[in-house]
Antibody, heavy 122, light 110 residues
Framework: QVQLQESGPGLVEPSETLSLTCAVS?????????WGWFRQPPGKGLEWIGS???????YYNPSLKSRLTISLDTSKNQFSLKLSSVTAADTAVYYCARQTYYYDHSGFPDCWGQGTLVTVSS | QSVLTQPPSVSAAPGQKVTISCSGSTSNIGNYYVSWYQQLPGTAPKLLIYENNQRPSGIPDRFSGSKSGTSATLGITGLQTGDEADYYCETWDRTLSAVLFGGGTKLTVL
């Protein structure tokens, strides 16, 4: 059974870089799925951040693309998110998830981590 | 303002049926699969429906999905108090090259 677990600082100062890691167990991230990040500001809806396929295909939310890097570490079976120049608007619960592979886009998330709250504040 | 439009809230009595709509365009729902998620308070989203009308293993057949043109619908029959949650539709948008979620619908079981 695939499991995902987010980890990283719960507090990030404005203008700094938010860094999170998602450890995956029960499934190899090199095998046939996209791996994505999502977030949910307090009291608001879900927002997609970006998705990465081990074969190199990457999709980023256009509104975040200039500040965003997603990478995979197949040796540790984990993937990471880096979001630079954060502001209070980036305060949210961040989720990692496995996404179905389609040949021309990243598909629906079928397994989610439990989420981790990241607060941007000085 | 979400590209995918859902009603902010719906309500019904226990045992009754409710439907939640998700309206989009040819750039998204009209040409891509739709999935639906249930999010209980304080928890991660849970996949209920994928590829318009498919249920993952373990999801009861009280939950159903359909799609017509540029709109999709989630149906829930035999409502239970445990179904009170936020529900989100999801799909791909080819113009934005982005995964989209609807704004979410809060279900209240009266």
């Amino acid at each position: 059974q695939v499991q995902l677990q987010e980890s990283g600082p719960g507090l990030v100062e404005p203008s700094e870089t938010l860094s999170l890691t998602c450890a995956v167990s029960g499934y190899s991230i090199s095998s046939g799925y996209y791996w994505g990040w999502f977030r949910q500001p307090p009291g608001k809806g879900l927002e997609w951040i970006g998705s990465f396929y081990h074969g190199g295909s990457t999709y980023y939310n256009p509104s975040l693309k200039s500040r965003l890097t997603i990478s995979l570490d197949t040796s540790k079976n984990q993937f990471s998110l880096k979001l630079s120049s954060v502001t209070a608007a980036d305060t949210a619960v961040y989720y990692c998830a496995r996404q179905t592979y389609y040949y021309d886009h990243s598909g629906f998330p079928d397994c989610w981590g439990q989420g981790t709250l990241v607060t941007v504040s000085s | 303002q979400s590209v995918l439009t859902q009603p902010p809230s719906v309500s019904a009595a226990p045992g009754q049926k409710v439907t939640i709509s998700c309206s989009g365009s040819t750039s998204n729902i009209g040409n891509y699969y739709v999935s639906w998620y249930q999010q209980l308070p304080g928890t991660a989203p849970k996949l209920l429906i994928y590829e318009n009308n498919q249920r993952p293993s373990g999801i009861p057949d009280r939950f159903s999905g359909s799609k017509s043109g540029t709109s999709a619908t989630l149906g829930i029959t035999g409502l239970q108090t445990g179904d009170e949650a936020d529900y989100y539709c999801e799909t791909w948008d080819r113009t934005l090259s982005a995964v989209l979620f609807g704004g979410g619908t809060k279900l209240t079981v009266l």
